[in-house]
């Protein structure tokens, strides 16, 4: 109902080139012309042709021998009537043609002066003596029963035509970024340390996790494992659970509190329960509670470190006291400052001259500290 209110009006437009009357939207900016088919501009409602020169068409003649050569047209230049299937015989005429002269009719093309000889048609391979014009119909000669492109040809013969085969091998040495790792070297450091062993802090189940992950779940109870790394810098008393490594600084301190980590290195004091699934290494006083079951066990000198509830390692170097009973898998060495107030269960105890162990001392080469994996755990349990 609104749309014959609402008509747009259209301006009638005149083709510069054929005289084409049409109409066209007032805020067309170009149009075809629905005659002649060329383009056209529209300044301030009036028709305007493109600037530059109009090319009405370009063929390519080519002579095969003697005689004329025959091209197919699109249509009768003589008659100038469209005829999809007449063709033309053009000698020495050129399909440049110029609209302005002529009628658009194919210009002659200039005869030679005298004394000069008629142009021939080069290619840009010829030109830049890459190939040989003469030679191009005729199919190259093969080497060694080979020919470049018909079958796949072998590194050496494709480098023949490099780019260093024509200007040759340089007598000096690749320079490399001076952090370059060759890929043999790269491939091994990646097979090597690309993953490390993860236990679960409640079922005891241990798996491959990448080392570059920043946290992880069981496999067996679901259970969210963090991977971080933390550095304790003060007096703290809570929860710290992770399977990364924890670093107890000079200053700092954990007493009161439950923490789980892989690597430990107490440099601070330290009274909690620990769940340490790497190594522990104790460079100052405090005491473990909890059984501790850890790879490896290092107490330094003069540091006295006391386990209530007895600690499990696959191998232990005491250069202190260790006050508590001591089962390893591996090897106990006591060193002439080491004191072992306690047990020892071990498959091999190597005591120094000076080495004290004040409870009894078992060798055992079927001891082990396996952790036995937890049946019947909550998955909906976190931490």
Known sequence: MFRKFHKVKKVNLTCPYCGHVQEEPPMAVSSFCQSCGDHFRIIRGVAVANPGIKVSGIAEIKSYGKGKPEVELPFD?????PDENSTADISEESWVANPEKNGGKPQPLPEPAEGEEEAVGISAGAFFGL?????????PPAEDGKSLGNEAQSSETLAEGSMEAMIGPSDEKQKMPPNYVPPEQRKKASESGSTFEVRCFRCYHIQQVSRFAKSTQ???????????????????????????????????????????????????????????????????????RGEVFCRRLLIDKHCEVEFPDGVKVQRADINGTLKGNLTC??????????????????IDIIIKEGGTVTGETDIDPDTTTELPVKMGTNSSVIG
């Not at 898998?329 to 071990?346: L, P, R, Y």
């Open 77 to 81: 230049w003589a008659k100038g009537d």
């Open 329 to 346: 898998s591996g090897t106990v060495k006591i060193s002439k400052a080491g004191i072992v107030e306690g047990d020892v269960k071990a």
């Open 218 to 288: 069981c496999e067996r109870c679901s259970v969210y494992i963090s991977l971080a790394n933390y550095e304790v810098k003060a007096h703290k008393s809570h929860t710290l659970r992770t399977r990364g490594d924890i670093v107890i600084a000079k200053r700092g301190s954990l007493t009161d509190c439950e923490i789980a980590c892989h690597h430990l290195v107490a440099n601070g004091s330290i009274d909690a329960y620990v769940d340490c699934s790497g190594d522990a290494t104790f460079r100052k006083s405090g005491v473990v």
């Open 131 to 139: 190939v040989d014009d003469e030679n191009l119909d005729k199919e």
